[in-house]
């Protein structure tokens, strides 16, 4: 008799019966709700993903996933989540973390994490402050920002996401936004095609300790002016009609110049994208495009390959089992130099 065929997953299948506690208007819900949407897509048993969290307002995922999940230490997110890959590589693992957590207590973790390539999805939200802890500066925090726990304004100058990944030899970078749901959804499929680790910056509003930190790139009124929307092989324009704009290249540096709306960019000198170069010296140049001066980079900055970690290991113990045979725990304890306490 023929196996039946398992029952098409929907979005309510990913849907938890847990109470979801954010601040009301919280970036948190559009993400939750746009994951939830991606998931039945993938093709992925919901017995086989996991969504592995730290500490922070980020951090309650877990328990609005119906899916496994480990609501873990601040900071330890990544640790939990190369122990869970490599333990069992058939499994889809998903980071979730914050600026706070990801890269202030975490940064080490998760710079590791980055650099070995394990095949999972790291979803870094982004709204420039510790908001669980109510309102203190956080390691991406604007220059100047006041807050509790700098009532006369940082002094310290904020890590990028992106540069921070990149610099981590990271081989999937991208960057979305809260707010648009087409553009989120997206770069999360992207992510989850990816074989390594994929790292997302989400740009995400805190209504109450950091209200409006991304209104430029969040309102669709201004979103074409703010946001350089990246596509493989187009030319890095932005804009509307009347007020098309592009980026060039001038002695290394990227420089903004007008485009009349019958130009064709490639012949004055705009870059085309191309997220799979392998040197990472165009993905840091689109890095520095920040506000007041260009406009914010969105979508998939790199994609390259290399070899995965999980996979590596797996064949290196294989290896060495033929090699010596599966061996005896008890004979490895006893083995070398041992002693007797009395």
Same mark, same amino acid.
């Given at each position: 008799?023929?196996?039946? +065929?398992?029952?098409?997953?929907?979005?309510?299948?990913? @849907?938890?019966?847990?109470?979801?506690?954010?601040?009301?208007?919280?970036?948190?819900?559009?993400?939750?709700?746009?994951?939830?949407?991606?998931?039945?897509?993938?093709?992925?048993?919901?017995?086989?993903?996991?969504?592995?969290? *730290?500490?922070?307002?980020?951090?309650?995922?877990?328990?609005?996933?119906?899916?496994?999940?480990?609501?873990?230490?601040?900071?330890?997110?990544? +640790?939990?989540?190369?122990?869970?890959?490599?333990?069992?590589?058939?499994?889809?693992?998903? @980071?979730?973390?914050?600026? *706070?957590?990801?890269?202030?207590?975490?940064?080490?973790?998760?710079?590791?994490?980055?650099?070995?390539?394990?095949?999972?999805?790291?979803?870094?939200?982004?709204?420039?402050?510790?908001?669980?802890?109510?309102?203190?500066?956080?390691?991406?925090?604007?220059?100047?920002?006041?807050?509790?726990?700098?009532?006369?304004?940082?002094?310290?100058?904020?890590?990028?996401?992106?540069?921070?990944?990149?610099?981590?030899? +990271?081989?999937?970078?991208?960057?979305?936004?809260?707010?648009?749901?087409?553009?989120?959804?997206?770069?999360?499929?992207?992510?989850?095609?990816?074989?390594?680790?994929?790292?997302?910056?989400?740009?995400?509003?805190?209504?109450?300790?950091?209200?409006?930190?991304?209104?430029?790139?969040?309102?669709?009124?201004?979103?074409?002016?703010? +946001?350089?929307?990246?596509?493989?092989?187009?030319?890095?324009?932005?804009?509307?009609?009347?007020?098309?704009?592009?980026?060039?290249?001038?002695?290394?540096?990227?420089?903004?110049?007008?485009?009349?709306?019958?130009?064709?960019?490639?012949?004055?000198?705009?870059?085309?994208?191309?997220?799979?170069?392998?040197?990472?010296?165009?993905?840091?140049?689109?890095?520095?495009?920040?506000?007041?001066?260009?406009?914010?980079?969105?979508?998939?900055?790199?994609?390259?390959?290399?070899?995965?970690?999980?996979?590596?290991?797996?064949?290196?113990?294989?290896?060495?089992?033929?090699?010596?045979?599966? *061996?005896?725990?008890?004979?490895?304890?006893?083995?070398?130099?041992?002693?007797?306490?009395?």
């Amino acid at each position: 008799m023929a196996a039946e +065929a398992a029952p098409k997953l929907t979005r309510k299948d990913f @849907v938890a019966d847990q109470d979801v506690r954010w601040c009301p208007g919280c970036g948190d819900y559009s993400i939750l709700a746009n994951v939830q949407r991606v998931m039945p897509e993938l093709g992925v048993p919901r017995e086989n993903i996991v969504f592995i969290s *730290g500490i922070g307002c980020s951090s309650r995922f877990p328990y609005y996933m119906n899916t496994y999940g480990f609501h873990t230490i601040h900071g330890r997110a990544p +640790a939990f989540a190369t122990g869970a890959k490599t333990a069992n590589p058939d499994l889809s693992v998903w @980071v979730v973390t914050g600026d *706070g957590d990801g890269l202030s207590i975490g940064g080490n973790h998760l710079l590791h994490t980055i650099r070995r390539n394990l095949d999972i999805q790291i979803l870094l939200f982004n709204n420039r402050v510790y908001g669980l802890t109510k309102g203190q500066y956080s390691p991406t925090s604007e220059l100047g920002m006041k807050t509790k726990s700098s009532p006369f304004g940082s002094i310290d100058h904020p890590i990028d996401p992106i540069s921070f990944a990149l610099g981590c030899g +990271a081989t999937f970078v991208a960057r979305t936004i809260d707010v648009d749901a087409p553009h989120l959804q997206q770069v999360l499929r992207r992510a989850h095609q990816h074989k390594g680790t994929s790292f997302v910056e989400i740009l995400q509003n805190c209504p109450v300790f950091n209200d409006g930190v991304f209104s430029e790139v969040e309102d669709r009124k201004t979103r074409s002016e703010s +946001a350089l929307v990246l596509e493989q092989g187009q030319p890095l324009t932005f804009g509307s009609a009347g007020s098309l704009k592009g980026i060039v290249m001038q002695n290394g540096l990227p420089q903004i110049i007008e485009l009349a709306d019958d130009d064709d960019p490639v012949e004055r000198g705009v870059v085309v994208h191309d997220e799979r170069q392998e040197m990472p010296s165009y993905a840091s140049a689109l890095a520095t495009l920040k506000r007041p001066d260009f406009p914010v980079p969105v979508g998939v900055i790199r994609e390259v390959e290399k070899p995965c970690y999980e996979e590596m290991l797996v064949d290196q113990v294989n290896a060495a089992t033929e090699q010596n045979g599966r *061996g005896d725990l008890r004979d490895l304890l006893n083995s070398g130099d041992t002693w007797e306490v009395s």
